[in-house]
DNA sequence: AAAATAATGTGTTTATTTTACACATTAAAA
DNA sequence: TTTTAATGTGTAAAATAAACACATTATTTT
C-alpha cells in the first residue's frame, strides 16, 4: 500500500523544465514505425516486404520500416516510408499495435508502431523497380528478420478483422470493380468461400455500391457490370450497435 | 519515382554496429505509457485521474501515465504504472494506440501508448489514499490535460466496442455478480438500455456463466442469484466468423 | 452459323437470430 | 398480513442469414 504515495509525482508540482529535464534524460528510446502494406493481385492477397538490410538477417524478408526523427509525426513516418518504398502517397494508412519488447530489435532499444495499408497493386506495379522489394503471398510468408513475423500476423488478423466491419477493402482494388472482384478479395482476406447470391445480396442491401454502368472489358467470359464504393455515403451514415456477442 | 530507389537502405547492407549507431543517434525520443483505468461503481463507468503533475496544466485532471525507462518492456511499464497507483498486479491491460504527435506534449517530444485497464473498485476501494487521484465519471470527463481527452475517448470507444465482443467487463465486476449488476454494466458503459429479459437470454445461450448456487446478500429487494464467469471454457471456444457488416 | 461453354445475374424457401412484450414469484418493507 | 419492488421466465413476430437452382449472356469451339 506504502506503494500508492511513496513517490507520487502528484505530491509535488514539477515546473515545466524539471520535466524537460526528465524527456531529454537518459530514458530515451529509438522509434520506428513499421508498415504492413497489402495487396491484392490475381486473387491473392499479397504483403510487400523487402531483404533485410541487417547483416545479421541477410537474405531474410522484412518488414518496410524506419526510424521516426524526432520532429516527425509517427502518422507522418509511415506515410514517408510508403511513399519512399511505393511512390504513392494517397494511401489507406491505419496504426495497428505497438511493439515495445526490449531485446526486439538487435542493435539496441527500438520500439516500434506497426501500422497496416492497403494500396492497389495494379496501380502500383509500375513502380517497383527494386529487385529487393517483393510481392509476398500471405500464405507463404514465414521467418521473417526481427519480431516481423509476429507483427505481420497481428496486422493480418486486424485486416481480417476489420474487413468484416469497415469498408476498407476497396483499397485494395480499382476504383471500378466486380461483384466478382470483390468477392474474390473477401475469399483471399478471410480464406473462406463464400455464396454468389448471398454475398451480392449482402452488398446490395448495404447500398454503398453505384452502379456506374459499365461492363467488364478483355475478360474471357460474359463480362460483369462495375462499381464504385460511395465513400461520401459511407462517412454521413451513422452506424449502430451491433449487439453482444462472443 | 526516383524516391523509390534513391536512399534505398536495401541496397547496402549494414553491420550491426552501423544500425546501432543510428538507433542510438540523435533522433531518440522519450516515450510515455498512459493508463486509462476504468472503475464500475455505484452502476457508472468510472475512470480513475490524477491532478496534473506539470504546472502548466495545475489544476487539471489528466490520465495515469510516466515515461518507459530504456531497459523495459512497454507493457511492463504499464503494470508498474498500475501497480504504483493502485496497489493491483492482477489487473485487465490491455494496449489501445499510440499517440505520436509531435507537440502532444510541452516538454519536449514524448510519445505515449496508450493501455485501457479495467479493475474491480470494490476490491481496489481500500487502497486509494492519494487526494489527489479521483474517479471521475467517465459523462464528466472533460478538459484534460495534454491531449489525454482525445485519448480517453479513444479508450473509451475502444471499450464501448470492445465488450461488445469479449468478456472483458467481468474484470469490472466482483468474482461473484448477479445479471442485474452485469446487464447495469452493460448499460452503463454503452449508455443505453436493454431489455432484461433478452439480455439473460443473451448471456445464458452463450452458456458461459456459472450458476454457483448463491444469492445476494444485503439488498433492499428480492436477492437475485449470484453467477461467475467461466473463463477457462471461453478460452477454449474458438470464435466463428460474424460475417460482413458496415 | 450453330452448339457448347463458362461465367453473370436473379428469387424463394428455410432456418436462425433478434426483438417486443406480460405475468407469476419471492423476499423485504410497511 | 398486506404492499412493494425486484427477480425470473416464455412466446409470438420480425428481421436476418443460409441454403439452394435456373435462366441469361458473351465467348469460344465446332
Redesign the interface.
Known amino acids: 500500500?506504502a506503494?500508492?504515495?511513496n513517490?507520487?509525482?502528484?505530491?509535488?508540482?514539477?515546473?515545466?523544465q524539471a520535466?524537460?529535464t526528465?524527456?531529454?534524460?537518459?530514458?530515451?528510446?529509438?522509434?520506428s514505425v513499421d508498415c504492413v502494406i497489402f495487396g491484392f493481385d490475381e486473387n491473392k492477397l499479397k504483403v510487400l516486404l523487402?531483404?533485410?538490410?541487417?547483416?545479421?538477417y541477410?537474405g531474410l524478408w522484412s518488414l518496410l520500416g524506419?526510424?521516426?526523427?524526432?520532429?516527425?509525426?509517427?502518422?507522418d513516418a509511415a506515410y514517408r516510408i510508403l511513399?519512399?518504398?511505393?511512390?504513392l502517397d494517397d494511401v489507406y494508412l491505419e496504426?495497428v499495435?505497438?511493439f515495445?519488447?526490449?531485446t526486439r530489435?538487435?542493435?539496441?532499444?527500438?520500439?516500434t508502431?506497426a501500422y497496416c495499408s492497403l494500396i492497389n497493386v495494379q496501380h502500383h506495379k509500375l513502380?517497383?523497380?527494386?529487385n529487393?522489394?517483393h510481392w509476398h503471398d500471405v500464405q507463404n510468408v514465414a521467418g521473417l528478420a526481427f519480431d516481423h513475423q509476429e507483427i505481420f500476423e497481428a496486422c493480418y488478423r486486424w485486416l481480417q478483422k476489420r474487413?468484416?466491419?469497415?469498408?476498407l477493402g476497396f483499397n485494395l482494388l480499382p476504383k471500378k470493380f466486380s461483384l466478382r472482384d470483390l468477392q474474390n478479395l473477401?475469399e483471399a482476406i478471410?480464406d473462406?468461400k463464400m455464396d454468389r447470391r448471398n454475398f451480392r445480396k449482402?452488398?446490395f442491401a448495404?447500398d454503398f455500391l453505384i452502379d456506374i454502368d459499365e461492363m467488364e472489358q478483355d475478360v474471357p467470359h460474359r463480362p460483369g457490370k462495375l462499381y464504385k464504393f460511395n465513400f461520401d455515403k459511407?462517412a454521413k451514415k451513422k452506424?449502430k450497435?451491433?449487439?453482444?456477442?462472443?
Open positions: 500500500m506503494s500508492v504515495t513517490g507520487n509525482p502528484a505530491t509535488n508540482i514539477k515546473s515545466l520535466i524537460q526528465e524527456v531529454q534524460g537518459s530514458n530515451r528510446i529509438a522509434l523487402i531483404r533485410s538490410d541487417l547483416k545479421k541477410q524506419d526510424l521516426v526523427a524526432a520532429k516527425e509525426d509517427i502518422h511513399k519512399e518504398r511505393t511512390g496504426q499495435h505497438t515495445g519488447s526490449v530489435h538487435p542493435a539496441g532499444r527500438v520500439v508502431v513502380k517497383i523497380l527494386d529487393e522489394l474487413i468484416q466491419e469497415h469498408p473477401y478471410l473462406t449482402k452488398f448495404m459511407y452506424k450497435w451491433v449487439g453482444i456477442d462472443f
